[in-house]
């Protein structure tokens, strides 16, 4: 029997062929998803650096890499040089040690294998945690790591019982979505740190108390912190200095006072050429500080799985805003991106969210600082990011706590912020000499971004399903309202109208249990 005959007759570990049609790069194949479990069939699903197949159907590919299968192919292996020896052939050198799939001739037979997901979409945030998976495997703790990537998916669009796959052990869930945590943990899909806790390598202690707020249910916690990006005040001190001003505002009757005194004629030709404010018409800066400020006085938008404005200070803080951008003079709507904005010299203050700082870096006139406050201080965090670990086995879900603790120990390598849009959550990351390094790079107060995660508030209640595109329109209509001066109640109602029209009460009892 000749050896391409032999390698035709071992079938290959993933289904897709034989040995001898291994694709440079290997990585595993993946069954079909049915049609109900996606909202398009996924009719293939190799890998993207390999066979595209999934994209060429038309469908979601599911990209899951996998260098550690070593015992199936050690076995193989094995059992290819035994007959090759009986047959007198020598093996080929295709298929010699040095030449097998990454890893293989390393893994330790003994080592525990666990999947970790990631989208492929972001490369930034796919290089970081290959990197990271890199060091992990080499720490010595017995767990090999293969990844699952989801290709042309956007969170944002897709909700998480819609997603063809999840990863076997470890994927990241996000709290904006308004249910994700709840819905996980009552299907039992995965499981709360607590039974992982105390632990010395990792506290809760290490994160802000808010921030375990969104993941925290039924007196559980159902995930660690990984990224947030409240909004924060950015101001331009050298502009504050000239008008004897030492601090930015501490209240929001402060930051009109301000802004009043700001703007300004600076040329003499009679036209305002410097102002108070900038307000970007293209993002949501009246709607999120708006609803911080709800947040502040103990308000809420969302009561009883329903968007509501019934709170007294809904009103107020509508019209604080509709009578700052329309009556004080002091602010100028510019709907020019953020990073094209902050080039100009012409605005005192602006609120931004977190993941557009990087784009005053380098700029030592420019400083942050919390947002004012009504009340409380309370920031409207647009998002937090969080690992969580599925249900399996006993020895599966300590080997994803220890990837888990890894992905959050205090000396993990510093992402940059296009990875997240936003900054990692541990207390300490401010003390290290890699973020002092990049803090030095401007602008001043940094570690505002970090420090203001302490008072971050997620939108709401956690069993509201569809919370996030409920809240796309909600929040457009408020500031929407706003820039066309219009009074609050003939906002309010169509707001939470169309809002509840989207989102809906979730019923775990009526889900389809789409993951097996």
């Not at 010595?140 to 897709?158: F, K, M, N, P, S």
């Not at 499981?191 to 290490?206: A, G, K, M, Q, Y």
């Amino acid at each position: 029997m000749s050896w391409a005959s032999l390698t035709s007759l071992v079938p290959r570990p993933d289904g897709l062929g034989s040995l001898g049609t291994q694709p440079k790069n290997y990585h595993t194949g993946l069954r079909a998803i049915p049609e109900r479990d996606c909202l398009r069939r996924v009719t293939h699903a190799f890998c993207a650096d390999c066979w595209r197949e999934g994209e060429k159907r038309g469908g979601h590919a599911v990209v899951r890499h996998n260098n550690q299968r070593s015992v199936f192919l050690a076995f193989v292996l094995a059992t290819l040089i035994a007959v090759s020896r009986a047959s007198g052939q020598e093996l080929p050198v295709a298929l010699q040690a040095g030449n097998l799939p990454p890893n293989t001739a390393a893994m330790s037979p003994s080592s525990v294998e666990i999947e970790v997901g990631t989208l492929g979409g972001n490369k930034g945030l796919a290089d970081w945690v290959s990197n990271e998976i890199s060091l992990f495997e080499k720490s010595g703790q017995g767990v090999t790591v293969r990844t699952v990537a989801l290709d042309g998916l956007e969170r944002d669009i897709y909700p998480i019982e819609t997603l063809p796959q999840l990863a076997e052990n470890v994927f990241v869930i996000r709290s904006e979505m308004g249910y994700e945590p709840w819905y996980l943990a009552k299907k039992r899909l995965i499981v709360p740190i607590n039974r992982f806790l105390p632990d010395p390598e990792l506290s809760t202690s290490d994160f802000y108390d808010a921030l375990w707020e969104p993941i925290t249910l039924e007196g559980q916690l159902w995930g660690v912190p990984l990224c947030s990006r409240p909004d924060v005040l950015i101001f331009n001190r050298l502009i504050f200095r000239e008008e004897g001003i030492e601090s930015p505002p501490q209240s929001w009757d402060d930051f009109v006072s301000y802004a009043r005194r700001l703007t300004k004629d600076r040329d003499g030709d009679g036209q305002i050429d410097q102002w108070g404010v900038r307000i970007d018409s293209s993002e949501f800066i009246i709607a999120y500080p708006l609803i911080s400020m709800i947040f502040q006085k103990g308000g809420q938008v969302i009561r009883n799985g329903r968007y509501s404005l019934e709170d007294p200070v809904c009103e107020e803080a509508y019209n604080f805003w509709k009578e700052f951008v329309n009556s004080s003079g002091a602010c100028k709507i510019d709907g020019r991106d953020f990073s094209e904005a902050v080039r100009d010299n012409h605005y005192a203050m602006q609120i931004v969210h977190t993941r557009n700082v990087q784009w005053a870096q380098r700029r030592s006139d420019l400083q942050l600082a919390y947002l004012p406050t009504w009340g409380k201080k309370v920031s409207f965090s647009e998002t937090n990011l969080y690992w969580a670990i599925r249900q399996s086995t006993p020895e599966k879900e300590k080997a994803s706590w220890a990837f888990v603790k890894w992905m959050s120990r205090r000396d993990v390598s510093l992402p940059t912020q296009s990875i997240f849009r936003g900054w990692p959550c541990r207390k300490d990351f401010v003390e290290r000499e890699d973020f002092r390094n990049l803090a030095r790079k401007g602008p001043m107060d940094f570690d505002v971004l970090f420090r203001a995660q302490e008072f971050s508030a997620d939108l709401g209640e956690q069993t509201v399903m569809h919370r996030l595109q409920a809240f796309d329109g909600f929040s457009k209509a408020l500031q929407r309202g706003v820039l066309a001066n219009q009074e609050f109640a003939s906002v309010a109602g169509p707001a939470v109208r169309e809002a509840n029209a989207i989102c809906e009460r979730l019923s775990v009892e009526d889900a389809d249990a789409i993951y097996k």
